[in-house]
């Protein structure tokens, strides 16, 4: 049964940074493209970046654009985000998700993890 479990999340000031990590199980990892998305509170889920099965083509949200930089480690079967220069607009749940096609729409993909809280104090 794939698997996917987020960590990293947390409590930082703004212009902090976190790393976040995706580790997944239960699937062929680097057959599928993986992706971050968000949701803060009232709010809809919303894509954040993502990142094809290789590597080799990645996408960001633009607000996060030179702040945040996703990465995949195949042998390791996990994704991470590294995120910097947080601001408080960034406090959200941050989830990992693992697609068969290389898109920043949620119903494309096909698993996903809980989520890891991240919330940033100004």
């Known amino acids: 049964q794939a698997q996917l479990v987020e960590s990293g999340g947390g409590l930082v000031q703004a212009g902090g940074s976190l790393r976040l990590s995706c580790a997944a199980s239960?699937?062929?990892?680097?057959?599928?493209?993986m992706g971050w998305f968000r949701q803060a509170p009232g709010k809809e889920r919303e894509f954040v970046a993502v990142i094809s099965w290789r590597g080799g083509s990645i996408l960001y949200k633009d607000s996060v654009k030179g702040r945040f930089t996703i990465s995949r480690d195949n042998a390791e079967n996990t994704v991470y985000l590294q995120m910097n220069t947080l601001k408080v607009e960034d406090t959200a749940v941050y989830y990992c998700?693992?697609?068969?096609?290389?898109?920043?729409?949620?119903?494309?993909?096909?698993?996903w993890g809980q989520g890891t809280q991240v919330t940033v104090s100004s």
């Open positions: 998700a693992a697609g068969g096609r290389f898109s920043t729409a949620t119903p494309e993909y096909n698993y």
């Open positions: 239960g699937l062929s990892f680097s057959s599928y493209h």
